[in-house]
């Protein structure tokens, strides 16, 4: 199992790329997973990799020692938009492209779409990954999906079932423990879920959340607006049931895996960086023991 770090919250500090890699060598991270970064694969847009960032990144890499487990793109690849969505397969081709320059076999991604109408963005995401899955297989390029709120699916079991849908190594399922009370509404029973997605959970996301069902828990003006609100903060400083979270994951030999990733992905909070390294060393003594 590789243990990542996704370093978004040092991008929002307004790091270079060599700067932000030798930051996360310093909090002793071997991995990184690289979030998305308006020089490498912006939020939605086409990627931006230009061979001088490409460059950069593999000395800054050489220099450290550290590798990128995975990259993540976030595209409208199931939006009801048929031109959006096409532009979202482009994204796409060429983000596994900038993935095999980089030496990268792992993408993870949300489902996207359109909670409102969910019927059509499945169909959509079926068809973009009709497109996409030969692609895939070509390069050795797997990627691993989560179920994101305010995605077109929000249900752990259901998304886990898309995912077994395909029936294709190159298509798997992630974990996302800061959007757990989204995958059950507001339950939070991290056991059933990941025991759910049993061989096909490859990749797991450690962050902290609060349940945003519980009353006035987060209050949203005006009342009723179509929103979704969570969090990734520290473990403890939520309400996800982690002792549970690794149990699970330690019958499921998850840190015994050789493709599986763990990446500690904690925003808004910079001044709270020790919690990523804690998170890690959790993570090193529930799962690698």
Not at 11 to 21: A, G, L
Not at 119 to 134: A, D, G, N, Q, T
Not at 152 to 180: G, M, P, Q
Not at 265 to 282: D, N, T, V, W, Y
């Amino acid at each position: 199992m590789k243990i990542a770090f996704d370093p978004d919250v040092l991008r929002q500090q307004n790091m270079s790329i060599t700067e932000m890699v030798h930051n996360i060598a310093d909090m002793g991270f071997k991995y990184i997973e690289q979030s998305p970064h308006p020089q490498i694969l912006p939020f939605y847009k086409h990627p931006k990799a230009s061979k001088e960032i490409v460059t950069e990144y593999k000395n800054a890499l050489k220099e450290t020692g550290l590798e990128i487990s995975s990259l993540i793109t976030v595209y409208n690849w199931s939006g009801p938009d048929e031109d959006r969505r096409q532009a979202a397969v482009k994204n796409w081709k060429r983000a596994i492209e900038i993935a095999v320059e980089l030496g990268v076999n792992v993408i993870n991604t949300e489902l996207a779409g359109d909670p409102h109408q969910p019927v059509i963005c499945e169909e959509m995401l079926y068809r973009s990954i009709e497109e996409l899955l030969p692609i895939l297989e070509r390069e050795g390029v797997r990627v691993d999906i989560q179920s994101h709120p305010y995605d077109f699916c929000e249900n752990n079991n259901e998304t886990i079932d898309i995912v077994k849908s395909f029936r294709s190594d190159y298509i798997k399922y992630l974990y996302c423990a800061a959007h757990t009370f989204f995958y059950d509404d507001g339950v939070g029973d991290v056991e059933m879920m990941l025991d759910y997605a049993g061989d096909d959970l490859t990749h797991i996301i450690v962050a902290d959340t609060l349940n945003h069902t519980k009353h006035c828990r987060y209050i949203v003006n005006p009342p009723g607006v179509s929103a979704a609100v969570h969090q990734h903060v520290g473990i403890g400083d939520g309400e996800v049931n982690f002792d549970a979270f690794f149990k699970k994951l330690r019958q499921m030999k998850f840190g015994q895996r050789k493709d599986a990733i763990a990446a500690v992905s904690l925003f808004g909070f910079p001044e709270k960086m020790h919690q990523a390294i804690e998170a890690k060393e959790r993570i090193e003594k529930e799962l690698l023991g």
